[in-house]
Structures are given as C-alpha cells and as structure tokens.
Nanobody, 124 residues
C-alpha cells in the first residue's frame, strides 16, 4: 500500500505561483508512475500532468503547458507540481496519484493510489 499526502495548496491571486507536494509513505515511489489530477466544482476530474517512474517523460494537458511543471524526487519519495501564472480557471481540488505502471499514465482508472486532495483557489 502507498499512502499519499498532498500539501501546498491555498489561495493565490491570478498570475501567482504555488508548488504542490505529494509525499508518499508505505512504499517507495521510485517504481510508480505519478500523476496530478484536479476537480473543479461541477466538473469531472481531469488529469493535469503525469510523470513516468524514471522522471524522464512527462505529460501535460494543453491548458497548463508552459505554466506547470511536474517533477519527482525519488530519494525524498515526493512528487511536485510547480504552478506558475495561475488563472482563476485553475481553481480546483488537486490530487496526486500513483500507478503501478512505469510509463506515462494519463487515465485516472489506471491509477492505484490517491491522496486526499488539496484546495487551490485562484482569485481574479
């Protein structure tokens, strides 16, 4: 079992930055593909970014390309999401997730473990 705990969310003005962290316990994350998802009120959950187990490959949805960066520090068992130039439409609960698969995983159903989420609110 892998337990995931997100942190770093909060309230920020448009144009600001936040860095989300996802700390894992129970198992090492080094053999898991990781992803960040978000869910806004009244909307379906969507993937935001994903990173392969090695960190060599990443994926971003179009709306965050050039603004968000996913990274991982396997030695610290932590995955990050650096979010710059935030927009009000980025407001959502952000979740990290771990998949037993090794490559890039973009489908939510392919993830095995989920964190509890952290709220990100971007004011205009």
């Amino acid at each position: 079992q892998v337990q995931l705990v997100e942190s770093g969310g909060g309230l920020v003005q448009a144009g600001g930055s936040l860095r989300l962290s996802c700390a894992a316990s129970g198992r090492t994350l080094s053999t898991y593909a990781m992803g960040w998802f978000r869910q806004a009120p009244g909307k379906e959950r969507e993937i935001v970014a994903a990173i392969a187990w090695s960190g060599g490959s990443t994926y971003y949805i179009e709306s965050v390309k050039g603004r968000f960066t996913i990274s991982r520090d396997n030695a610290k068992n932590t995955v990050y999401l650096q979010m710059n130039s935030l927009k009000p439409e980025d407001t959502a609960v952000y979740y990290c997730a771990a998949s037993r698969m090794r490559g890039l995983v973009v489908l939510g159903t392919s993830y095995d473990f989920w964190g509890q989420g952290t709220q990100v609110t971007v004011s205009s």
